[in-house]
């Protein structure tokens, strides 16, 4: 039986799977019933398995020996309300699979029963990382720190994301690095309340963080090169308690983002000594807090010419792909192929005629047919390298 034949043959159930996760989606670091599901079809499979201790990971492993190959996916959903009125559609209010992530884990679910059926063919060992939390607190370091890369060794690692973007049947591949390093960051500013009919006699923290968000639009456009990549974003700012009140205390939360270590910290450290200066100017202090989620994503080269190759044979010259740039997205899969040589591609998921096709969208609906793009590659590459 051709790979195309087997991938064929296991897909209905792929999309059988995909469906009942859809149906089901947990939000990050609440993916119990997502793990019981995964770990039940493992064992109806003979695929041996374990648990994570640090989050709710499952490590399985097909074959035996080096070198040893991973396939990484994501397991988590998103706090959004579903919009897309599907029979199989989010069963939890509020909450969605909105990225993509129930097509990833039904992928891999579908490549280990196809592999586990090819295992005397495979020449070392293949390790299914089924990952939680990417969309959070970055899983895949707990992950790692558990062991998951060794024992042996994982010499290589492939993942994949759904592209609503890119025509079902597509495959999309980028040398280098493909997404960004991400930081997260909460700044409060202190200011100093009081009636809002005497603002000279306090320090209004709304007006000290509307001059600090304007200023920081500079930080881009003004303080790296403009050939290098960066992103600054405030995504939500709350303070003030009634209309005359002068508030004396404004929180805002946002994302930094940049294509290399160096612009990732001249950007960090500019914005500290941004908000620090504006706020003294007016009589104000900040509290800056800031979480390094993740590394960017920097795809092997050597790998990444093998994945090309594949995608070639297998789905065509035309279908296969390159990006013409990196995106600001942020992965933590950037986490594995840190560790060893990584390739992270994408998949065509376009469902033509859908209103709202966005990826954190209520509204997404990725296109089934990029489940066979993705299982001919995965399983494809793993054929290849062992």
């Known amino acids: 039986m051709t790979l195309q034949e087997a991938v064929a043959r296991v897909l209905p159930e792929a999309i059988e799977m995909r469906r009942y996760l859809h149906s089901h989606p947990e939000l990050s670091g609440q993916e119990q019933e997502t793990r019981d599901y995964i ?8 695929i041996p398995h374990r648990l994570c201790t640090r989050n709710l990971g499952v490590i399985a492993d097909i074959g035996r020996g080096s070198p040893c190959i991973a396939l990484r996916v994501d397991t988590d959903a998103l706090p959004i309300t579903e919009q897309t009125g599907l029979d199989f559609a989010s069963r939890i209010p509020g909450i969605m699979h909105a990225c993509g992530h129930d097509v990833h884990t039904a992928v891999l679910l579908a490549a280990a029963k196809l592999l586990k059926a090819r295992e005397s063919e495979l020449k070392g060992t293949v390790r299914l990382l089924f990952q939680p939390a990417e969309e959070t607190t970055g899983g895949a370091s707990d992950m790692i720190a558990e062991g998951c890369m060794e024992n042996p060794a994982v010499t290589a690692v492939l993942g994949f994301h759904v592209d609503p973007t890119l025509a079902p049947g597509y495959a999309a591949f980028c040398y280098g690095t493909m997404n960004a ?3 997260d960051f909460t700044l409060t500013v202190l200011g100093r309340g009081c009636h809002g009919a005497r603002p000279d006699q306090g320090v209004d923290a709304i007006v000290v963080s509307a001059q600090l968000i304007t200023a920081l639009q500079s930080l881009v456009s003004r303080s790296i090169s403009p050939t290098a990549s960066g992103v600054v974003t405030i995504g939500t700012i709350q303070g003030g308690t ?12 946002g994302t930094i983002r940049a294509l290399n270590p160096e612009t990732q910290s001249h950007l960090k450290d500019t914005l500290r000594r941004m908000a620090e200066h504006t706020a003294a100017a007016f009589g104000a202090e900040v509290q800056l807090k ?46 594995f192929s ?34 066979e793009t993705a299982l001919l590659l995965l399983t494809g590459g793993v054929l290849s390298l062992l």
């Open 39 to 46: 770990c039940r079809k493992l064992t109806d499979w003979a």
């Open 290 to 335: 800031m979480d390094d989620l993740c590394p960017a994503l920097i795809n092997d080269q050597a790998l990444t010419n093998r994945l090309l190759a594949l995608s070639r044979e297998l789905l065509g010259e035309e279908q296969t792909v390159l990006m013409q740039e990196p995106s600001l997205g942020a992965d933590d899969f950037a986490f």
């Open 181 to 183: 390093a991400a930081t």
């Open 242 to 253: 009634k209309e005359n009140i002068i508030a004396d205390s404004v929180t805002m939360t």
């Open 338 to 371: 840190s560790h060893t040589p990584g390739c992270y591609f994408n998949v065509g998921a376009r469902t033509e005629g859908l209103e709202g096709q966005a990826l954190h969208s209520p509204s997404f609906v990725p296109h089934e047919g990029c489940m």
